[in-house]
């Protein structure tokens, strides 16, 4: 496995991406942090990619996503044209489609929070720590286990003793039916029906904690 620093995200690619906070420090410091974080996230990698988990750490995250291929991205604005003129999600407001890389898009997320979180702690230099990692995810086995692995990540890092709880994740978002930038479809096609994904979870939650000598 190869953990990519500079390589732009390919489409039709699944990759797991991770950030932290430079120095280890916090990048999320109150609860409307992670709600700003996450809306920025929608703005800009709607268009460019599909969703399949995520997990936010009070210093770092994890994405699971697929880069759309381009046919794919022109289908999708011209379903949410209206969401792009009236600025829900970052793309051309008035001219024709042109496509985006999902790396340039992952870039400018970066930059939109660190300015937002500067602005409202009074704060400057770096929120991060260097380039995003992305590791290409090249089976559907591990794919599978990467799912249920970042969102049992809050209890992995000591942030939780419950992933179902744990506010600041998929999990929950992945079993409702409420709209979102997450793609339940295509997450679904991996791992079943939801009583099938609950239990994968389950399975890697007692794989783990076997693995790390964890309490139950």
Do not use: W
């Amino acid at each position: 496995m190869i953990i990519l620093f500079q390589v732009k995200l390919e489409e039709n690619k699944y990759y797991h991406l991770y950030h932290r906070g430079a120095n280890k420090q916090n990048i999320y410091f109150e609860p409307e942090d992670y709600e700003a974080f996450i809306k920025r996230y929608a703005y800009y990698l709607f268009l460019v990619a599909d969703t399949l988990a995520y997990c936010l750490l009070p210093n770092h995250f994890h994405f699971l996503i697929h880069v759309r291929p381009v046919n794919e991205q022109l289908n999708l604005f011209k379903r949410c044209k209206s969401k792009y003129e009236e600025g829900t999600f970052h793309g051309d407001r008035h001219n024709a489609f042109k496509p985006y890389s999902a790396s340039s898009q992952f870039g400018h997320l970066i930059n939109s929070y660190t300015k937002h979180i500067n602005i409202k702690y009074e704060r400057s230099g770096v929120l991060f720590d260097g380039k995003f990692k992305r590791i290409e995810i090249e089976s559907q086995d591990y794919l599978n286990y990467l799912i249920c692995y970042i969102h049992r990540n809050p209890i992995h890092h000591g942030f939780s003793d419950d992933y179902i709880s744990y506010p600041h994740s998929s999990y929950n978002k992945l079993l409702n039916n409420r709209k979102s930038f997450l793609n339940r479809i295509l997450i679904m096609k991996y791992l079943g029906d939801e009583e099938n994904f609950v239990a994968a979870h389950k399975e890697v939650l007692i794989e783990l904690e076997e693995k790390y000598k964890l309490e139950p």
